[in-house]
């Protein structure tokens, strides 16, 4: 018996919860709706053609621009404005804010091309109100409007900097590759190199979009230290930036000292000998050495003539006693120089006086 009851109690307490779960989803009266389904929007304008137009290529420094159509299908006026936008590059404007009922206004998109890679899209939304009787029940439409171009680079350069160590005297060659990156012919002209002694080979004919062209650059530099500067040139399209790439070298001297410093700590008068070795076979012989900065001629040096292909020896000596007493430690430099007067190398001499 009281398993009967409670199973008549059970049912009971199922059906009053079904009933009470759709007197909440379904509310009494003949007008009621379910409170999850959303009011349609109202149809006030519609877009004459496709809300979301490829303006197609654009080169960088262009204006992408698209018209869009907007016809007034309602019994009111109503009033355009843009309520949101994607991005503040693009601009509007409305021939007319208010349009009657049945005409048609135009929205004008654009954006200035600044940058970007591939496809870039923006888009605004449209607000059209209705100026009707308070009421009509036409209410208040937004649209989306979108605009996309793709910004034409035009061509890729590649390294975009160049960073090498090279030997003085040793010709040496970078490879920049200019490819076309959009449809059309392009020309690359007015090549220039900053740095001198560099000459450009460059591309003679125009450049398509399956070509890659080389630029080498040749030098013979003169002194050892670093250089740095630009290859420059310009195009056949006076909306394309003028390219550029920058070049950064550390330069060797084509000679090395053994040992690469000398550092006297001495009382008397000392001698040392310094070894010129090549870095590489065709470089230029030094001719002549120069002592910067010689402490009260403290420093002096002798070389013998070198011969072709040979080492060089330089005889280097300190006398102490030529610096007064009150000045303990010095530095100077010994500089090497080829024929034409060119820098060669540069050798570190630092002294300090011994303590009695």
């Not at 199973?7 to 007008?31: E, N």
């Not at 940058?115 to 009787?133: C, D």
């Not at 076309?180 to 220039?192: A, Q, Y």
């Not at 070389?303 to 010095?330: C, H, M, N, T």
Request: charged content about 20%; overall charge neutral.
């Amino acid at each position: 018996m009281t398993g009967w009851i409670a199973r008549v109690i059970l049912c009971m307490s199922v059906a009053i919860a079904c009933d009470a779960a759709a007197i909440g989803k379904w509310p009494i009266g003949s007008d009621a709706i379910s409170p999850q389904t959303a009011p349609a929007q109202p149809t006030l304008v519609e877009v004459i053609g496709s809300d979301n137009a490829d303006c197609g290529l654009f080169p960088i420094g262009g204006e992408a621009k698209r018209i869009v159509i907007l016809r007034n299908r309602s019994e009111h006026p109503v009033r355009l404005r843009v309520v949101s936008s994607s991005c503040a590059c693009v601009n509007h404007s409305f021939d007319a804010e208010e349009v009657p009922p049945g005409k048609e206004g135009k929205l004008k998109l654009s954006v200035v091309v600044t940058g970007g890679f591939g496809l870039q899209q923006h888009h605004i939304v449209v607000s059209a109100r209705s100026v009707g009787p308070v009421s009509s029940k036409d209410g208040v439409q937004t649209i989306p409007i979108g605009i996309a171009f793709t910004p034409d680079r035009s061509y890729e350069v590649n390294p975009q900097q160049v960073v090498a160590t090279v030997v003085a005297g040793e010709e040496a060659e970078w490879r920049v590759h200019i490819a076309r990156k959009s449809p059309g012919d392009l020309l690359v002209e007015d090549l220039e190199c900053t740095l001198e002694g560099v000459r450009v080979i460059g591309p003679t004919t125009v450049i398509d979009n399956s070509t890659v062209q080389m630029i080498a650059m040749q030098s013979r530099w003169p002194e050892p230290g670093m250089h740095t500067g630009w290859l420059m040139f310009q195009t056949n399209s006076s909306k394309l930036p003028k390219g550029h790439v920058e070049i950064s070298l550390r330069v060797l001297p084509a000679w090395r000292a053994e040992p690469v410093a000398i550092v006297a700590a001495a009382q008397q008068a000392r001698e040392f000998e310094i070894v010129l070795r090549r870095r590489i076979d065709n470089c230029a012989t030094p001719s002549t050495v120069h002592l910067s900065e010689n402490d009260q001629g403290a420093w002096s040096c002798s070389a013998a003539p070198v011969a072709d292909g040979a080492d060089w020896k330089l005889r280097v000596r300190f006398d102490p006693g030529r610096v007064p007493p009150a000045i303990v430690a010095g530095r100077s430099m010994l500089i090497v120089r080829g024929a034409d007067d060119a820098r060669l190398l540069d050798i570190p001499l630092v002294w300090h006086r011994l303590a009695d």
